[in-house]
């Protein structure tokens, strides 16, 4: 069996207090995007999980993490042999880690016939990562507490130019939070979604989550990925960001004739992909 597996990007993201478990309270808007991994399962007397990256150690694979949250439930499932063809750039902000654990539970959810609701793949994939319940709807989702309370957002559509801009900078996730203990975090978390979504559609991109907190920390550290947004907003973005704590930066553009000039004049120094929302 061979699922796609999907990445994302965050529209804005907030992050709030510090909740009682570790992990901090956000909000932010995630838009799922066809750049795609490839998950392939096979039934097999031996469990194992391998990406062709080589950079990933199995036991700390989120599709290991899956397969182990799926049989805690369903003891009596065979072992499977997993296989992940990486395009996704991998600590990026994009999301493919979560969303290849993601990939595993539907996939194994289908292999197996176990008849799952999407509310119950969700709450399984929440014990993956913050991120990886996203992917069970994908498409647009408004979310909150950890990133894994959802709410889905339809007919919005942003402009279906979007480039990525990965400069091969790894970020620690768990650095950057460390980084916004020692600043005011947005404790007000009464977002104003439909104002947020109004904005949205007229692609004006004005309220205030739009900004994404953790750029203060990254641009700081790393002047170059702060230039990155600012040479894609000089080509004609409607908005860029950082997407999650980053490196990867991207760019919502009305016209593919500005992104593909953009990308012209940033691939030849970093790794960049057209891609669309889905």
């Given at each position: 069996?061979?699922?796609?597996?999907?990445?994302?990007?965050?529209?804005?993201?907030?992050?709030?207090?510090?909740?009682?478990?570790?992990?901090?309270n956000?909000?932010?808007?995630?838009?799922?995007?066809?750049?795609?991994?490839?998950?392939?399962?096979?039934?097999?007397?031996?469990?194992?999980?391998?990406?062709?990256?080589?950079?990933?150690?199995?036991k700390?694979?989120?599709?290991?993490?899956?397969?182990?949250?799926?049989?805690?439930?369903?003891?009596?499932?065979?072992?499977?042999?997993?296989?992940?063809?990486?395009?996704?750039?991998t600590?990026?902000?994009?999301?493919?880690?979560?969303?290849?654990?993601?990939?595993?539970?539907?996939?194994?959810?289908?292999?197996?016939?176990?008849?799952?609701?999407?509310?119950?793949?969700?709450?399984?994939?929440?014990?993956?990562?913050?991120?990886?319940?996203?992917?069970?709807?994908?498409?647009?989702?408004?979310?909150?507490?950890?990133?894994?309370?959802?709410?889905?957002?339809?007919?919005?559509?942003?402009?279906?130019?979007?480039?990525?801009?990965?400069?091969?900078?790894?970020?620690?996730?768990?650095?950057?939070?460390?980084?916004?203990?020692?600043?005011?975090?947005?404790?007000?978390?009464?977002?104003?979604?439909?104002?947020?979504?109004r904005e949205?559609?007229?692609?004006?991109?004005?309220?205030?989550?739009?900004?994404?907190?953790?750029?203060?920390?990254?641009?700081?550290?790393?002047?170059?990925?702060?230039?990155?947004?600012?040479?894609?907003?000089?080509?004609?973005?409607?908005?860029?960001?950082?997407?999650g704590?980053?490196?990867?930066?991207?760019?919502?553009f009305?016209?593919?004739?500005?992104?593909?000039?953009?990308?012209?004049?940033?691939?030849?120094?970093?790794?960049?992909?057209?891609?669309?929302?889905?």
């Open positions: 069996m061979e699922i796609k597996s999907t990445s994302k990007i965050n529209i804005g993201l907030h992050v709030h207090n510090r909740r009682s478990d570790g992990f901090h956000i909000s932010t808007l995630f838009q799922e995007i066809n750049l795609c991994d490839t998950v392939e399962i096979i039934e097999d007397k031996i469990f194992s999980c391998n990406t062709d990256c080589g950079t990933i150690i199995e700390n694979n989120f599709g290991t993490k899956a397969f182990n949250v799926l049989k805690a439930k369903y003891p009596k499932i065979p072992n499977v042999r997993i296989s992940i063809k990486k395009i996704i750039p600590k990026a902000g994009l999301g493919g880690g979560s969303s290849n654990g993601t990939a595993v539970i539907v996939g194994l959810n289908d292999l197996f016939k176990l008849k799952l609701s999407n509310k119950e793949l969700s709450e399984m994939a929440s014990k993956v990562s913050s991120d990886s319940a996203f992917f069970v709807n994908g498409g647009m989702q408004f979310g909150t507490s950890r990133g894994e309370r959802l709410d889905i957002i339809q007919n919005i559509q942003i402009p279906k130019h979007i480039l990525l801009v990965h400069p091969g900078i790894k970020i620690s996730t768990k650095e950057a939070f460390n980084h916004l203990k020692n600043h005011l975090l947005n404790e007000d978390m009464d977002i104003n979604l439909s104002q947020l979504l949205l559609n007229n692609y004006t991109f004005d309220s205030k989550l739009f900004k994404n907190d953790f750029e203060m920390y990254v641009f700081k550290t790393h002047p170059e990925i702060g230039a990155i947004k600012l040479k894609i907003l000089d080509f004609g973005a409607k908005y860029a960001s950082l997407s704590t980053g490196s990867t930066v991207f760019g919502i009305s016209s593919k004739k500005d992104l593909l000039k953009a990308q012209s004049f940033l691939s030849p120094q970093y790794s960049t992909y057209y891609v669309n929302p889905i």
